[in-house]
């Protein structure tokens, strides 16, 4: 097939943006290593240096550390002087790469990639059999790194943004009632909260018995096992108890929504309350076409939808849940009413649903 000239130019200007997001994984590739060697945060607390001496105070081979330090500079992670030599980390990127815990980290998410990539294989299989993948097929890096992804976000907004912006809900929580978390993983959101709660009892819910396991022994770290405790169960199929108090914080998108939904309406007392935090997108793909939204489209391809599918639940994905149907949903389930929580600058959604 003959090119045009004005052909030529697409195809080149396409091959650039492919280019870019293979780099693009590379780098991450880099990055992450470069998180789980403390390479980031030496830069920032030990500041500007040599390849040599970098590989020294860091304890890398000195020929990693100098391709690393190149890679990290060509794609604008680092800056270099040519005239010193030296190679730093400029303090306007440290809160993304070098700030453990901080509301813009980015190490969770790069190590949470490379642990799922280590499902590809089977992933390439389920794409033809429409089977999804078991929680149990993922290592360690995809649950340290998902937890080290979200930890910052609750920290700087559970407490400070969220609760305050529900005055019915703190009220509740101040007062002292039963509360459970479904989706608790390993359960940090509960201690935060029967930290700032202590009047009331917290129990979380997961499907996954590992991270129950974790959950439970980091309640008992932060000295709150006697207002928190952890059970193995999946909430969609009915609760064993009634609640003031129900939460989910980014996982109702992973489950079976109208099923999930009914079980939770079904367990609040009759002045209960719902709590809902999920990703924020739009109801038409076309709107949804742009780099945050390709790598969410990418989470549930290669966690969300497909543990959904294993887990019994519907094939919703990271962006099947706008706005509109998670209120069609909570509505169809028996809530009276279901509002959107002002947020600040959020790419979530909070939702507050009424018994």
Same mark, same amino acid.
């Given at each position: 097939m003959k090119i045009t000239e004005v052909e030529q130019a697409k195809?080149?200007?396409?091959?650039?943006k492919v280019m870019?997001?293979?780099?693009?994984?590379a780098v991450t590739v880099m990055a992450a290593l470069? %998180?789980?060697? +403390? /390479?980031? *945060?030496?830069?920032?607390?030990?500041?500007?240096?040599?390849?040599?001496?970098?590989a020294k105070r860091t304890g890398i081979n000195v020929h990693y550390a100098k391709e690393w330090l190149a890679g990290m500079t060509s794609a604008g992670y680092l800056k270099y002087d040519p005239t010193s030599k030296l190679f730093a980390l400029p303090a306007e990127h440290r809160p993304i790469l070098s700030q453990e815990g901080g509301p813009f980290f980015i190490g969770g998410t790069h190590q949470m990639i490379l642990g799922m990539l280590t499902i590809l294989e089977l992933l390439e299989k389920d794409f033809r059999n429409g089977r999804g993948i078991p929680m149990?097929?993922?290592?360690?890096?995809?649950?340290?790194?998902?937890?080290? %992804?979200?930890? +910052? /976000?609750? *920290?700087?907004?559970?407490?400070q943004e969220w609760i305050p912006a529900m005055p019915d809900v703190q009220s509740m929580l101040e007062e002292g009632v039963r509360v459970a978390d479904i989706g608790c993983g390993t359960g940090r959101i509960l201690i935060m909260l029967a930290q700032a709660f202590p009047n009331s009892k917290y129990v979380g819910i997961d499907i996954f018995k590992p991270l129950v396991e974790v959950a439970k022994s980091n309640a008992e770290n932060a000295g709150v096992s006697d207002l928190v405790s952890y059970e193995v169960l999946d909430a969609s199929r009915g609760l064993p108890d009634k609640y003031n108090l129900i939460t989910?914080?980014?996982v109702l998108h992973e489950t079976n929504p109208i099923r999930m939904l009914r079980a939770i309406r079904k367990s609040l007392v009759p002045s209960g309350r719902f709590v809902c935090?999920?990703?924020?997108?739009?109801k038409a793909l076309e709107d949804n076409i742009n780099p945050r939204a390709a790598l969410r489209y990418g989470f549930s391809l290669l966690f969300?939808?497909?543990t959904a599918l294993a887990n019994g639940?519907?094939?919703?994905?990271?962006?099947g849940l706008p706005e509109e149907k998670i209120k069609h949903l909570c509505l169809d389930a028996g809530f009276s009413s279901v509002r959107v929580v002002p947020l600040e600058k959020s790419n979530h959604n909070l939702y507050e649903a009424r018994a």
């Amino acid at each position: 097939m003959k090119i045009t000239e004005v052909e030529q130019a697409k195809v080149e200007c396409f091959m650039s943006k492919v280019m870019t997001d293979t780099s693009g994984l590379a780098v991450t590739v880099m990055a992450a290593l470069g %998180d789980r060697l +403390g /390479l980031f *945060k030496d830069l920032a607390t030990n500041g500007p240096t040599l390849s040599s001496d970098f590989a020294k105070r860091t304890g890398i081979n000195v020929h990693y550390a100098k391709e690393w330090l190149a890679g990290m500079t060509s794609a604008g992670y680092l800056k270099y002087d040519p005239t010193s030599k030296l190679f730093a980390l400029p303090a306007e990127h440290r809160p993304i790469l070098s700030q453990e815990g901080g509301p813009f980290f980015i190490g969770g998410t790069h190590q949470m990639i490379l642990g799922m990539l280590t499902i590809l294989e089977l992933l390439e299989k389920d794409f033809r059999n429409g089977r999804g993948i078991p929680m149990k097929a993922y290592n360690s890096n995809t649950w340290e790194g998902m937890e080290r %992804d979200m930890i +910052g /976000l609750y *920290k700087s907004k559970l407490l400070q943004e969220w609760i305050p912006a529900m005055p019915d809900v703190q009220s509740m929580l101040e007062e002292g009632v039963r509360v459970a978390d479904i989706g608790c993983g390993t359960g940090r959101i509960l201690i935060m909260l029967a930290q700032a709660f202590p009047n009331s009892k917290y129990v979380g819910i997961d499907i996954f018995k590992p991270l129950v396991e974790v959950a439970k022994s980091n309640a008992e770290n932060a000295g709150v096992s006697d207002l928190v405790s952890y059970e193995v169960l999946d909430a969609s199929r009915g609760l064993p108890d009634k609640y003031n108090l129900i939460t989910m914080f980014d996982v109702l998108h992973e489950t079976n929504p109208i099923r999930m939904l009914r079980a939770i309406r079904k367990s609040l007392v009759p002045s209960g309350r719902f709590v809902c935090l999920d990703v924020k997108c739009e109801k038409a793909l076309e709107d949804n076409i742009n780099p945050r939204a390709a790598l969410r489209y990418g989470f549930s391809l290669l966690f969300c939808m497909s543990t959904a599918l294993a887990n019994g639940g519907e094939a919703q994905g990271t962006m099947g849940l706008p706005e509109e149907k998670i209120k069609h949903l909570c509505l169809d389930a028996g809530f009276s009413s279901v509002r959107v929580v002002p947020l600040e600058k959020s790419n979530h959604n909070l939702y507050e649903a009424r018994a």
